[in-house]
C-alpha cells in the first residue's frame, strides 16, 4: 500500500506505508531529493504539485547530523587514502565564489536534476567532470590560448589525460559545421599545433617514448618508420602530409597517467539552496509562437550548492613509464591547470552563464598540508614502531616520557615517569631470576634500560642518599646481568 504524508498541503513523498515513521526527514539530501522527494498529491491521483515545488525543495537542504556525519567520514577517508599514497596524489582544496550545480540533465519532478553520489546521497563532482575541465585548461595553456603555457605542451595533455584523436587542435573541426564561430576557434587551434610542430618545441626523447608507447600494437616496420621520423609522425597525427594516410590515428589507444577522484562537496553552514530560471519564451519553444520577451515567464526552481561550499580536488598519478621531465613536475603543471580552471572555465553545469566559480582556498590548504604531515609522520612512527619488540616499544615509550617532562620543564620525583621506570626495572629483574625458563628481556635491553633509567634520575633526582644508593645498585645488577649473558 503506497501512504502520502500531506500534513502541510506541499507534497508528499510516494512511499510504502510502513516508511512513514521512519525519520525520512533525517535522510542523505540526495535521498529526499529522490526517492522521498515530497511533491507528490495522493488525493488527485499522484499528480505532482506543482504550486509547492518551492517548499518541497526547501525541505531537503539542510544535512542533517548524520548525513554530515557521513559527509565528514567519507572526506576523513579520501584524506587518509591521499595521504597513504604520499606524493602520488596531490590534493587541492579550493572555495566555490558563485553558486555550484552539476547533474541538471538528471531526470526529477523538478525538470533540473542534481548529483548525488549513491549510496551516500551527498551533493559530489564526478572525477570525470573534474578530467574533462582540466583538459580543456591543460590544452588552452599547452596551445597558448591566453599567453604563457605554464610550462604545458601537447605531449605533457597525452602522457597524462591520454591521447584522443578527435579533438579539436589535430582535427581542425568543430564538429559543429554551422557555427562559424566554433569553426573559426577550431582551425585557429589546430594552427597553433601545427605552428608547435614546426618550430621544433617538443622534446625528442619524449616524444620518442610517446609514439613507442602509443605505437606498441602497430606492425614492426610501422612502427619504426614513426620511431625514426618523430616530426612524421606527430603530422601524421594531426592529418597533415602524406604519411597521414598510414596512420588511422583512431586507433591509437593511450589512457594517460592521471585519475581524478569524485570530489565531495561540502556545503557552507551544511545547507545546500536554491536558484530559479523564468523562461520568458514558452509559447516559442512549446506552441511554435514567434519568439518575444514579452511572454508569461514561468519559474523554474532548482538545486544548487551555494558559494562558500568547500571542494578538496584529489588528482593522483598512476603506476606506470612517465618520462623523467613529466615524473618531476607533473604536480606542478596539474597546479597550472587548476588556476586556470578557476579563472576561466569553472565546474559543474552553467558555467557560462558565471556558476562553478571557484578559487584556491589558502587557508584550507595550509590546513591540509598540516594534517598531512601529521598523519605521515603518524605512520612513520607506527612503522618503526611495529618493527620493535615488546621491550624496546616499552623502553621507547619511557624515553618519549622523558622528553615530554623535559620539554613542559617538569621534575616530579613520584610522579608518572618515575612510577613507570619503576614498573619497568620491576619487570626486567623478574624476567632475569626466570631467565633459564623464559628470558623476554633479551641482551642489551637491560643495559638499555639502565641508561635510561640514570638518565632519568639525572634529570628528576636520585632522593635521599639510601635511596639514591638503592637505585644505583639495581641499574647496576642490570648492567651485570647483561654482561654476564654476553
Known amino acids: 500500500m503506497i501512504l502520502a504524508m500531506n500534513r502541510d498541503h506541499t507534497g508528499s513523498p510516494a512511499v510504502p506505508k510502513y516508511l512513514q515513521s521512519q525519520g525520512l526527514e533525517d535522510a542523505p539530501p540526495g535521498h529526499r531529493f529522490g526517492m522521498y522527494f515530497p511533491c507528490w498529491l495522493p488525493d488527485n491521483g499522484w499528480k505532482r504539485a506543482d504550486s509547492n515545488k518551492h517548499k518541497a525543495l526547501q ?73 574533462g575541465v582540466l583538459r580543456a585548461a591543460a590544452e588552452d595553456l599547452a596551445l597558448g590560448i591566453y599567453g604563457e603555457t605554464r610550462g604545458w605542451d601537447v605531449l605533457a595533455i597525452w602522457w597524462l589525460f591520454g591521447f584522443e584523436p578527435m579533438s579539436v587542435y589535430l582535427t581542425g573541426r568543430s564538429g559543429k559545421f554551422d557555427d562559424k564561430v566554433l569553426a573559426e576557434e577550431a582551425e585557429r587551434r589546430n594552427k597553433r599545433f601545427l605552428s608547435w610542430i614546426e618550430r621544433r618545441e617538443w622534446d625528442p626523447v619524449t616524444l620518442k617514448s610517446f609514439s613507442d608507447a602509443a605505437m606498441d600494437d602497430a606492425r614492426d616496420k610501422d612502427r619504426q618508420q614513426w620511431l625514426n621520423t618523430p616530426e612524421d609522425f606527430l603530422r601524421a597525427l594531426a592529418g597533415v602530409g602524406d604519411e597521414a594516410r598510414r596512420l588511422d590515428s583512431t586507433k591509437i589507444q593511450f589512457k594517460g597517467h592521471l585519475h581524478f577522484w569524485d570530489v565531495f562537496v561540502k556545503p557552507k553552514n551544511g545547507r545546500l539552496g536554491m536558484d530559479i530560471l523564468t523562461p520568458h519564451h514558452t509559447d516559442y519553444y512549446q506552441n511554435g509562437k514567434t519568439p518575444a520577451d514579452c511572454g508569461q515567464p514561468v519559474p523554474n ?65 595550509q590546513e591540509f598540508t598540516d594534517k ?59 624476567e632475569a631470576e626466570a631467565e633459564a625458563e623464559a628470558g623476554n628481556w633479551e641482551v642489551n635491553y637491560r643495559s638499555q634500560l639502565a641508561d635510561l633509567a640514570q638518565e632519568i634520575y639525572g634529570y628528576i633526582g636520585w632522593g635521599p642518599s639510601k ?12 648492567r651485570q646481568r647483561d654482561n654476564c649473558n654476553t
Not at 604520499?86 to 587541492?92: T, W, Y
Not at 586556470?340 to 584550507?364: I, S
Not at 618515575?418 to 626486567?428: H, V
Not at 635511596?467 to 642490570?478: P, V
Request: charged share 25%; aromatic share 8%; glycine share 10%.
Open 301 to 365: 526552481q532548482f538545486l544548487v550548492v551555494p558559494p562558500g561550499g568547500e571542494f578538496v580536488f584529489y588528482s593522483q598519478c598512476v603506476e606506470g613509464t612517465l618520462p623523467r621531465t613529466l615524473q618531476d613536475n607533473w604536480c606542478a603543471l596539474i597546479e597550472a591547470a587548476f588556476e586556470h580552471a578557476f579563472d576561466w572555465l569553472g565546474f559543474g553545469a552553467k558555467t557560462a552563464v558565471g556558476y562553478g566559480q571557484m578559487v584556491t582556498d589558502t587557508r584550507l590548504a
Open 467 to 478: 635511596k639514591k644508593k638503592m637505585k644505583k645498585a639495581r641499574i647496576n645488577s642490570l
Open 59 to 131: 525541505s531537503i537542504f539542510d544535512l542533517k547530523p548524520d548525513a554530515d556525519a557521513l559527509l565528514n567520514a567519507v572526506l576523513k577517508r579520501q584524506f587518509g587514502q591521499s595521504s597513504a599514497l604520499g606524493e602520488k596524489v596531490l590534493a587541492l582544496p579550493a572555495k566555490s565564489t558563485a553558486p555550484f550545480v552539476t547533474g541538471i540533465g538528471i531526470e526529477h519532478p523538478l525538470e533540473n536534476g542534481f548529483a548525488f553520489q549513491n549510496p551516500y546521497g551527498l551533493p559530489y563532482l564526478p572525477g570525470s567532470g573534474v578530467k
Open 372 to 430: 598531512r604531515g601529521e598523519y605521515e609522520r603518524s605512520s612513520k612512527e607506527q612503522k618503526r614502531l611495529s618493527t620493535m619488540s615488546s621491550e624496546e616499544r616499552s623502553i621507547d615509550e619511557l624515553a618519549g616520557l622523558l622528553q615530554e617532562e623535559r620539554k613542559a620543564e617538569r621534575k616530579v620525583a613520584g610522579g608518572e615517569l618515575s612510577n613507570r621506570l619503576s614498573d619497568l626495572i620491576r619487570e626486567a629483574e623478574a
